[in-house]
């Protein structure tokens, strides 16, 4: 069976620890899009881990992770984070691949980033990795693969800064190397989970264009950068938060109301411990957003999906989520495409009650409390899909699961 795990929001809805948590059944894990930008806090061990390229499934001593093609690996990131799992005691050896497809971030695809957003009227505020343009030399054409460090010809055309800087990784990188098609072809019969990184809206076609990263976060872009067909994928879970965040520029319709709403930020930004794992920035917060969410569902075929930070709520008297957009004199239920639209548009919020009451000791979905059922299944109804996995803390133990993923 091949399932994805996408984000379902702007990223860093907690995909990490879930796809850490479901990485238990499955051989294969393949990460599919974007490079370093990612940031995915796993705790495990009582140890946490801070991982950007490597996909979360690393931790299960027997699994194989693999950076699929639709991946662009920054080899110092990539060095540096194999490293630190080695020194902090976490065999990586023979268990890393990366499809010969990927391409390469050079050093000075960084440098052109950071100076090309902060050129920018209105910066995207890139995490300054060099995604966007070492994407756009792949669109170009000029990109270079992992396949490419073995074509002669190739190489002798590069600039001497950038054969230089590949020189001393070039043997390690192909040691990693696989035909990741081939590889799949061969093992028909492994489960294989697909994680996705950054979230649905920021998928260069779906997401807030331009306030987007470059990659293919989508769940179509599993299929693509995980070099399978459409049809190969079974299932898709979409994990969001029980509320929202974004980092960087771009709109974000139910933002609390940075006047008013104050606290209630503040509360949320350090109870979720929102703040970035790449940059550290803190987090943008808002309400959930239920018209971005349904969009997310409809647009990438999302199955079922999975609720994290869901106690962060736990000690207030009234959530409110986001289930329509004013815009001007215009009430708007589904998620346009115009970023003024979007930047214009005012959240019209519907309240629940809060329950009061710790999640971290609910074994089962039955214990939770009524009211946190009831946020739950207007969730589900709202969007037509259902909520099989709910993560009431950080910890492996404190994920409860209504519905196994690894089921049709
Ligand atoms: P880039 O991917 O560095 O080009 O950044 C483009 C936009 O995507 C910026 O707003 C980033 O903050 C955002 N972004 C990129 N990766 C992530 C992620 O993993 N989580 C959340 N936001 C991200």
Same mark, same amino acid.
């Given at each position: 069976?091949?399932?994805?795990?996408?984000?379902?929001?702007?990223?860093?809805?907690?995909?990490?620890?879930?796809?850490?948590?479901?990485?238990?059944?499955?051989?294969?894990?393949?990460?599919?899009?974007?490079?370093?930008?990612?940031?995915?806090?796993?705790?495990?061990?009582?140890?946490?881990?801070?991982?950007?390229?490597?996909?979360?499934?690393?931790?299960?001593?027997?699994?194989?992770?693999?950076?699929?093609?639709?991946?662009?690996?920054?080899?110092?990131?990539?060095? +540096?984070?194999?490293?630190?799992?080695?020194?902090?005691?976490?065999?990586?050896?023979?268990?890393?691949?990366?499809?010969?497809?990927?391409?390469?971030?050079?050093?000075?695809?960084?440098?052109?980033?950071?100076?090309?957003?902060?050129?920018?009227?209105?910066?995207?505020?890139?995490?300054?990795?060099?995604? =966007?343009?070492?994407?756009?030399?792949?669109?170009?054409?000029?990109?270079?693969?992992?396949?490419?460090?073995?074509?002669?010809?190739?190489?002798?055309?590069?600039?001497?800064?950038?054969?230089?800087?590949?020189?001393?990784?070039?043997?390690?990188?192909?040691?990693?190397?696989?035909?990741?098609?081939?590889?799949?072809?061969?093992?028909?019969?492994?489960?294989?989970?697909?994680?996705?990184?950054?979230?649905?809206?920021?998928?260069?076609?779906?997401?807030?264009?331009?306030?987007?990263?470059?990659?293919?976060?989508?769940?179509?872009?599993?299929?693509?950068?995980?070099?399978?067909? %459409?049809?190969?994928?079974?299932?898709?879970?979409?994990?969001?938060?029980?509320?929202?965040?974004?980092?960087?520029?771009? %709109?974000?319709?139910?933002?609390?109301?940075?006047?008013?709403?104050?606290?209630?930020?503040?509360?949320?930004?350090?109870?979720?411990?929102?703040?970035?794992?790449?940059?550290?920035? %803190?987090?943008?917060?808002?309400?959930?957003?239920?018209?971005?969410?349904?969009?997310?569902?409809?647009?990438?075929?999302?199955?079922?999906?999975?609720?994290?930070?869901?106690?962060?709520?736990?000690?207030?008297?009234?959530?409110?989520?986001?289930?329509?957009?004013?815009?001007?004199?215009?009430?708007?239920?589904?998620?346009?495409?115009?970023?003024?639209?979007?930047?214009?548009?005012?959240?019209?919020?519907?309240?629940?009650? =809060?329950?009061?009451? +710790?999640?971290?000791?609910?074994?089962?979905?039955?214990?939770? %409390?009524?009211?946190?059922?009831?946020?739950?299944?207007?969730?589900?109804?709202?969007?037509?899909?259902?909520?099989?996995?709910? +993560?009431? =803390?950080?910890?492996?133990?404190?994920?409860?699961?209504?519905?196994?993923?690894?089921?049709?």
């Amino acid at each position: 069976m091949k399932v994805v795990v996408i984000g379902a929001q702007w990223g860093d809805e907690g995909k990490g620890q879930i796809v850490d948590y479901l990485a238990n059944e499955a051989q294969i894990i393949v990460r599919y899009a974007g490079g370093a930008n990612a940031g995915h806090t796993i705790v495990t061990g009582g140890e946490e881990y801070a991982l950007h390229l490597i996909p979360s499934g690393i931790f299960y001593p027997d699994k194989i992770v693999i950076l699929g093609a639709g991946m662009v690996i920054d080899p110092v990131a990539l060095f +540096s984070e194999l490293k630190m799992l080695q020194d902090r005691g976490i065999d990586t050896t023979g268990r890393v691949f990366i499809s010969d497809r990927a391409h390469i971030v050079l050093p000075r695809y960084i440098q052109i980033d950071k100076d090309r957003d902060a050129a920018r009227k209105k910066p995207i505020g890139t995490t300054g990795r060099g995604i =966007g343009i070492t994407y756009s030399m792949k669109s170009d054409r000029d990109g270079i693969r992992m396949a490419d460090l073995t074509w002669r010809e190739k190489m002798d055309e590069l600039e001497k800064g950038d054969r230089e800087f590949l020189a001393p990784y070039i043997d390690r990188l192909l040691s990693m190397s696989i035909d990741l098609s081939l590889y799949l072809v061969h093992r028909k019969n492994s489960q294989v989970l697909f994680e996705g990184a950054q979230g649905a809206l920021l998928d260069l076609d779906l997401g807030t264009y331009p306030y987007v990263s470059s990659g293919m976060s989508c769940a179509a872009g599993a299929a693509v950068g995980g070099c399978v067909g %459409p049809r190969a994928i079974d299932k898709v879970l979409g994990v969001f938060k029980a509320y929202s965040t974004r980092v960087g520029n771009g %709109p974000l319709p139910s933002e609390f109301d940075p006047g008013s709403e104050d606290e209630l930020c503040r509360f949320v930004r350090d109870t979720g411990r929102e703040y970035g794992v790449t940059t550290g920035r %803190p987090r943008r917060c808002g309400y959930l957003d239920l018209v971005s969410l349904r969009y997310a569902c409809l647009t990438n075929s999302i199955d079922s999906l999975v609720m994290t930070h869901l106690d962060v709520y736990d000690t207030l008297d009234e959530i409110k989520a986001c289930v329509s957009y004013r815009i001007g004199d215009r009430i708007v239920e589904n998620f346009p495409a115009s970023i003024a639209d979007l930047n214009a548009a005012k959240p019209v919020l519907r309240s629940f009650p =809060g329950w009061k009451k +710790s999640l971290a000791s609910a074994l089962t979905y039955e214990e939770f %409390p009524e009211a946190a059922m009831e946020y739950i299944e207007f969730i589900e109804r709202f969007c037509e899909t259902p909520i099989d996995i709910v +993560s009431v =803390g950080y910890d492996r133990k404190a994920t409860i699961i209504r519905k196994s993923p690894w089921t049709r």
